[in-house]
């Protein structure tokens, strides 16, 4: 029952809507307006994720992806060649995820269309994903009604089902040196930067077995997750 004409036609008009990470407003309302148009009871809140919810029976199941791709993603161009969708090579394809959105669209215009039961539907399409999960983590959980659910964000055989995702652990070093002039003293100072580099000379870097990685980097300031400037506060689209 799935279209798969449809489905391709809407996935294309989704990557053609530029939604940066914290530049998701106008793929944001245009997916509150779809909802809204499919009668789902639609929301967006404080930081910007899009909440709809499909009234059913029986446990409410959650359905969940995230509208912002990397970039570059302004201007996409999609080609479409012996069945495989890619970019003209100018930017990235957006597919991570507006794939999984176009296909939660494509779910519930089936059950709609052909009034299938179903249980209560939640969908959750959230911003910020990219830049380290700021939508999922400022998403009121205690107002979903739904405990169990399937992210729509994974490659792979189609049908498989990936119960566990990557961690990631960060440690902040700070190394403390001793001042001395450089010209009159220089062997009362210790340069803070020769014992750093020294210890990150006998660190094990890079693949450090099947599982796991790791580098040193600097850390990045004032890029902590945060709502859209023009977003302060909980708006709902409308209301069933």
Same mark, same amino acid.
Request: charged residues 20%; proline residues 4%.
């Given at each position: ?18 939604? *940066? !990470? $914290? ?10 307006? $779809? ?51 890619? !970019? ?30 179903h249980l209560p539907i939640e969908v959750v399409i959230t911003v910020q994903e990219e830049i380290g999960l700021c939508g999922a983590k400022a998403l009121d959980t205690a107002r979903l009604q739904a405990k169990v659910g399937i992210s729509l964000d994974a490659g792979g055989v189609p049908g498989s089902i990936i119960v566990s995702a990557p961690s990631h652990n960060q440690m902040t070093a700070l190394v403390h ?13 210790? !340069? ?35 709502? *859209? ?8 689209? !409308?209301?069933?």
């Amino acid at each position: 029952m799935i279209k798969s004409d449809r489905l391709l036609e809407l996935f294309l008009e989704l990557v053609r809507i530029e939604s *940066p !990470s $914290r530049e998701e407003a106008v793929i944001g309302k245009h997916l509150a307006e $779809r909802f809204t148009a499919m009668g789902l009871d639609t929301e967006i809140d404080a930081i910007g994720n899009v909440i709809a919810r499909l009234d059913g029976q029986g446990e409410a199941f959650m359905l969940a992806a995230h509208m912002d791709t990397v970039t570059p993603c302004q201007g996409v161009v999609p080609v479409v060649e012996n069945g495989i969708i890619r !970019s003209d090579g100018t930017t990235v394809l957006g597919g991570d995820d507006k794939a999984g959105v176009a296909i939660i669209l494509e779910v519930l215009q089936v059950i709609l269309a052909n009034d299938l039961a179903h249980l209560p539907i939640e969908v959750v399409i959230t911003v910020q994903e990219e830049i380290g999960l700021c939508g999922a983590k400022a998403l009121d959980t205690a107002r979903l009604q739904a405990k169990v659910g399937i992210s729509l964000d994974a490659g792979g055989v189609p049908g498989s089902i990936i119960v566990s995702a990557p961690s990631h652990n960060q440690m902040t070093a700070l190394v403390h040196g001793k001042a001395a002039h450089a010209g009159a003293c220089p062997e009362e100072g210790v !340069s803070a930067i020769v014992i750093a580099a020294e210890a990150i000379a006998q660190m094990p870097l890079g693949r450090i077995d099947e599982e796991t990685t790791a580098n040193i980097g600097t850390r990045l300031h004032g890029q902590p997750c945060r709502a *859209p400037r023009q977003t302060t506060s909980s708006s709902r689209v !409308s209301t069933r």
